[in-house]
Nanobody
Framework: VQLQASGGGLVQAGDSLRLSCAAS????????WAWFRQAPAKEREFVAT????????DYADSVKGRFTISRDNAKNTVSLQMNSLKPEDTAVYYC???????????????????WGQGTQVTVSS
């Protein structure tokens, strides 16, 4: 299984970025997907999730209204559109996959089966 995240970069506050995660080696539609992020000296934190069929999404309070998660089952990709970026959004962003029907809190990293390698997002003030 490989999850390849891309799209990170250095931007200014207020700018936008779109992260993508390309998955291979698994049946994409059997998984729900999420993005987490980790800033230096901080724990990995939940950002957003989309259900296995795309019918539902949820977001951390800190990104609601600014970030949008989406999935494309035909292309085996999950994306994170990030608008109105803030310096506090600076972190390494990871995509992750959890099997359908796995029970537990989707905001917990422990629930996830596979992780991408991460992509750095840096927002300057």
């Amino acid at each position: 299984v490989q999850l390849q995240a891309s799209g990170g970069g250095l931007v200014q506050a207020g700018d936008s970025l779109r992260l993508s995660c390309a998955a291979s080696g698994l049946t994409f539609s059997n998984y729900a997907w999420a993005w987490f992020r980790q800033a230096p000296a901080k724990e990995r934190e939940f950002v957003a999730t989309v259900s296995w069929n795309g019918d539902s999404t949820d977001y951390a309070d800190s990104v609601k209204g600014r970030f949008t998660i989406s999935r494309d089952n035909a292309k085996n990709t999950v994306s994170l559109q990030m608008n109105s970026l803030k310096p506090e959004d600076t972190a390494v962003y990871y995509c992750s996959a959890r099997r359908r029907f796995r029970i537990g809190s989707y905001s917990s990293p422990l629930l996830y089966d596979y992780w991408g390698q991460g992509t750095q997002v840096t927002v300057s003030s």
